[in-house]
């Protein structure tokens, strides 16, 4: 069993940087694949990255590439999400997932264990 637990998010202007953080408690094997998701209001919840734990392979949805940055630390347990020019339309909650699957899947389905979500508000 593995237990995530997401920090991190809040309040901030368009134009600025969050950084959130997942901490797994229990195993993390090698294969794993962490990701980050999000909900918005009225909204289905949407993929937004993800990393191979053992290859450190990195996947984003289009619309968060090239202004966010997903790694982890290994001997920490954690998967950061770093998420700078904000935008309006970035704020959603955003939870952290996990998949036993070898192979990225972008459907929330895919992943057997989720964290309780951080609030991520952006204001214009």
């Known amino acids: 069993q593995v237990q995530l637990a997401e920090s991190g998010g809040g309040l901030v202007q368009a134009g600025g940087s969050l950084r959130l953080s997942c901490v797994a408690s229990?195993?993390?094997?090698?294969?794993?694949?962490v990701a980050w998701f999000r909900q918005g209001p009225g909204k289905e919840r949407e993929f937004v990255a993800a990393i191979n734990w053992r290859l450190n392979k990195k996947w984003y949805t289009d619309s968060v590439n090239g202004r966010s940055t997903i790694s982890r630390d290994a001997a920490e347990n954690t998967v950061y999400l770093q998420m700078n020019n904000l935008k309006v339309e970035d704020t959603a909650v955003y939870y952290c997932?996990?998949?036993?699957?070898?192979?990225?899947?972008?459907?929330?389905?895919?992943?057997?264990?989720w964290g309780q979500g951080t609030q991520v508000t952006v204001s214009s």
């Open positions: 997932a996990l998949s036993k699957s070898t192979y990225i899947d972008y459907r929330p389905g895919a992943y057997a264990y």
């Open positions: 229990g195993t993390i094997y090698s294969n794993d694949i």
